[in-house]
């Protein structure tokens, strides 16, 4: 499966942003997904939500909940990050990912990566 991500921006502090991730290739259903943030500077890329492989629960990290939805439409074939309440910690290049395995959609261990959109949040 290809995704493509898109949806970043330039944005300041408290604005919203959608974020798409669009698979080719491949159907998204029963595929665990997950957006990753890789923050300025950093080599690692940090787990910021997911779905998991039945679709019927979201997983966020501590530092975005509340703020930040995580949701999939089977029929596109596409997965969506609304971030709302956007704060300077939140720059980073965001990215998608996903695979076919039923485990934790935070483990970064993913079959199939996005190339990733650029989140930039100025104060």
């Known amino acids: 499966v290809q995704l493509q991500a898109s949806g970043g921006g330039l944005v300041q502090a408290g604005d919203s942003l959608r974020l798409s991730c669009a698979a080719s290739g491949r159907t998204l259903s029963r595929h665990r997904l997950g957006w990753f943030r890789q923050a300025p500077g950093k080599e690692e890329r940090v787990f910021v939500g997911?779905?998991?492989?039945?679709?019927?629960?979201?997983y966020y990290a501590d530092s975005v909940k509340g703020r930040f939805t995580i949701s999939r439409n089977n029929a596109k074939d596409t997965v969506y990050l609304q971030m709302n309440n956007l704060k300077p910690e939140d720059t980073g290049v965001y990215y998608c990912a996903a695979d076919q395995r039923r485990i934790d959609p935070a483990r970064d261990d993913y079959g199939y990566w996005g190339q990733g959109t650029q989140v930039t949040v100025s104060s």
């Open positions: 997911g779905i998991g492989w039945t679709g019927g629960t979201t």
